[in-house]
Each structure stands twice: as structure tokens, then as C-alpha cells.
């Protein structure tokens, strides 16, 4: 509490950012069922939600809001959330941006790191697990190496996360600049796709 008696930061731990706008929150999420989802629990935790399908969508928000959180998923149509990170990240550096992927990969996870997000998880995650994000403002040391060795598949899979961020997640010229024919690098998209 501060000296006239209003709240101060959130319930958030970690997290004592002063409550300008209460407990804003943006989501931008392409699939409209887990977007609502969000909402309805995000609303029930206290914070103020705003949807937002798509980046066009969320630079149309932003003229109206300032967010103090926000969840944004990697893959949006055919676009990426990285640019809705980046921008999110220019407009408030001390925001606290999740991002939210079905394609994990390490490329994408240090793009988004060094953009402006504070953590980055794979689908599917939950309410509380995005709000332990936002509160996790250190890295933890305490997390195992693994003794495992890389495999040829998940070398491959990160080097089409690698061209795909390249190349602002356009399919087309992904495959192109791996030498893959376009339905071959779709179909193998889709069969690592978290559910």
C-alpha cells in the first residue's frame, strides 16, 4: 500500500509494478475458443482482458489501452507474434510478455527473449502457469542439463525454426531456402504441432 492507501504492484510474485491501470492484461491469440478461455480465467484472477486475434488488431488496441502484461502466441495465422512482442516491448519496456507456441523450438525462444519477453512456454499452458511467468523476473539455475544427445530430428527441427523466424515465418520462402518443396516442410510442420 502506498502512503494514501492505494494499492501498489500486483498479486503476482516478483512483481511490484505500480497498479497505473490495475491489472491489464492483453492476450493475442489467433484461436478464438483458447482466447476466451484466457479471459474468463484471467477475469476471474482480477485482471482487466483485452483480445486481440491478430498484430493489426493489438496496434489498434493499444491506442486505447497500456497493458502491464501480456500473452502472446508465436504462430498467428500465417503471421508472427514476434513482431507483437517487439511491439509491445517498444511501447512499455517493463511489461511482462509471455509468449505461448505450439512450435517450440530454441530459435524462436531466444528471438523472443531477446525482443522483450519475459518467459516464453509451450502449449498447452495454463492460467497459472502463465501467471508464475509473468512473476519469474530470474532465470533459474537450478534446472537440470540434459546428458542427451541432439537428435537428427530435433536438429532438423530447429533449423526450420531457425529460417522460419529468418524469414517472418513465411512458409513459401522457408521452404525455399531450405530446398524443400513447400507441402514437405507443411506436413512436417504439422506433425510436431503440441496439442
Same mark, same amino acid.
Given at each position: 500500500?502506498?502512503?494514501?492507501?492505494?494499492?501498489?504492484?500486483?498479486?503476482?510474485?516478483?512483481?511490484?509494478?505500480?497498479?497505473?491501470?490495475?491489472?491489464?492484461?492483453?492476450?493475442?491469440?489467433?484461436?478464438?475458443?483458447?482466447?476466451?478461455?484466457?479471459?474468463?480465467?484471467?477475469?476471474?484472477?482480477?485482471?482487466?482482458?483485452?483480445?486481440?486475434?491478430?498484430?493489426?488488431?493489438? /496496434?489498434?488496441?493499444?491506442?486505447?489501452?497500456?497493458?502491464?502484461? !501480456? $500473452?502472446?502466441?508465436? @504462430? *498467428? %495465422?500465417?503471421?508472427?507474434? +514476434?513482431?507483437?512482442?517487439?511491439?509491445?516491448?517498444?511501447?512499455?519496456?517493463?511489461?511482462?510478455? /509471455?509468449?505461448?507456441?505450439?512450435?517450440?523450438?530454441?530459435?524462436? !525462444? $531466444?528471438?523472443?527473449? @531477446? *525482443? %522483450?519477453?519475459?518467459?516464453? +512456454?509451450?502449449?498447452?499452458?495454463?492460467?497459472?502457469?502463465?501467471?508464475?511467468?509473468?512473476?519469474?523476473?530470474?532465470?533459474?539455475?537450478?534446472?537440470?542439463?540434459?546428458?542427451?544427445?541432439?537428435?537428427? @530430428?530435433?536438429?532438423?527441427?530447429?533449423?526450420?525454426?531457425?529460417?522460419?523466424?529468418?524469414?517472418?515465418?513465411?512458409?513459401?520462402?522457408?521452404?525455399?531456402?531450405?530446398?524443400?518443396?513447400?507441402?514437405?516442410?507443411?506436413?512436417?510442420?504439422?506433425?510436431?504441432?503440441?496439442?
Amino acid at each position: 500500500m502506498t502512503p494514501d492507501g492505494s494499492a501498489t504492484g500486483s498479486n503476482v510474485p516478483g512483481i511490484g509494478r505500480s497498479a497505473r491501470a490495475g491489472r491489464s492484461l492483453v492476450v493475442v491469440e489467433d484461436d478464438a475458443t483458447f482466447a476466451r478461455t484466457l479471459k474468463r480465467s484471467f477475469e476471474k484472477r482480477g485482471y482487466q482482458v483485452v483480445l486481440c486475434p491478430d498484430g493489426d488488431a493489438l /496496434v489498434a488496441a493499444l491506442d486505447t489501452v497500456a497493458p502491464d502484461y !501480456a $500473452v502472446v502466441d508465436l @504462430k *498467428l %495465422g500465417t503471421g508472427s507474434g +514476434l513482431e507483437c512482442v517487439k511491439l509491445l516491448a517498444a511501447r512499455d519496456p517493463d511489461m511482462r510478455i /509471455v509468449v505461448l507456441t505450439g512450435f517450440a523450438s530454441i530459435a524462436t !525462444a $531466444v528471438e523472443a527473449i @531477446k *525482443l %522483450g519477453a519475459c518467459h516464453y +512456454l509451450a502449449k498447452p499452458a495454463n492460467t497459472d502457469d502463465i501467471e508464475t511467468a509473468f512473476g519469474r523476473a530470474e532465470g533459474d539455475v537450478s534446472v537440470p542439463l540434459s546428458s542427451r544427445p541432439t537428435s537428427i @530430428k530435433n536438429l532438423e527441427w530447429e533449423r526450420i525454426h531457425e529460417t522460419l523466424v529468418e524469414t517472418g515465418f513465411n512458409i513459401s520462402e522457408t521452404a525455399r531456402r531450405l530446398g524443400l518443396h513447400r507441402r514437405t516442410l507443411a506436413r512436417k510442420l504439422e506433425k510436431r504441432v503440441v496439442k
